[in-house]
């Protein structure tokens, strides 16, 4: 038999990688799949009172969020605010 040409290890390289590159696409797109589904029957699955209480815990994250997020406009507005120099006195 001829040793196999160049060309043709280069095409055998560049399949074999592109097989690998693919299954771990389709694998990472099967498990975040499963893991959605999961998480969708364990909200249907939830009483009230966990419903409830779900919400109430998002509720005060979002409302820590927004006590950061106003803080941060009025240190940025207080940094807008004109210095007001008084330029008529002598130092």
């Not at 009172?49 to 815990?57: S, V």
């Not at 940025?76 to 004109?82: A, I, M, T």
Request: aromatic share 2%.
């Amino acid at each position: 038999m001829a040793p196999p040409g160049k060309g043709r290890v280069v095409i055998v390289t560049c399949s074999v990688a592109a097989i690998a590159v693919i299954g771990g696409w389709y694998g990472a797109d099967l498990k975040m799949t499963q893991e959605a589904r999961k998480d969708m029957q364990k909200r249907q699955d939830a009483s009230p009172q966990e419903m409830l209480a779900q919400l109430e815990g998002a509720r005060r994250g979002l409302l820590a969020r927004k006590t950061e997020l106003e803080k941060k406009i009025a240190e940025l507005e207080d940094k807008r605010k004109p210095v007001d120099i008084d330029v008529t006195s002598p130092n």
